[in-house]
């Protein structure tokens, strides 16, 4: 057990040594995983007629998920019941703002700069990870 201890010690220090911005696209990876397996799940249990309410509760239960994983080991903010309120509120405003971004971009990449719809899609994620990574340091999790 104490062996357990001192690896998950480590390994917990050394996640901490890395820079915050490839701490973000890591924890971002997990959470659209875990957020895509639970759009096939909700898909597999509903049915394919209901992709848009599995959709939606997927974004709902992965929100909280993802919420809870950026707070923990990304930005490591503290707080009362409250500030964790105040905090996934905002959250949710900087996904809106991402998905705005996201839609925007998509458009300009393909519309205008006539990019094929499958680069311009990656190129748009590109500025939107990089947009919600300022978001929701300096805005959702903005340390006190």
Known sequence: ?????????????F?????????FVL???????????????????FGEGKYWMSMTLAW???????FAT?????FQTKGKFADWVQEYIKCVGVWIVAYLINVVMLEIFVRIAGINVYPAQFLAI???????????????????
């Open 1 to 13: 057990m104490k062996l357990i201890l001192q690896i998950f010690l480590t390994v917990w220090n």
């Open 27 to 45: 924890v971002g990876g997990f959470n659209a995983t875990v957020s895509y397996l639970m759009y096939v799940g909700f898909v597999l249990w």
């Open 15 to 23: 996640w901490f040594t890395l820079p915050d911005k490839i701490r």
């Open 70 to 74: 950026q707070k923990i080991f990304v």
């Open 126 to 144: 590109v500025c939107t990870t990089v947009s919600s990574y300022i978001l929701f340091k300096y805005f959702a999790f903005r340390k006190k």
């Open 60 to 66: 709902i239960f992965s929100s909280f998920i993802s």
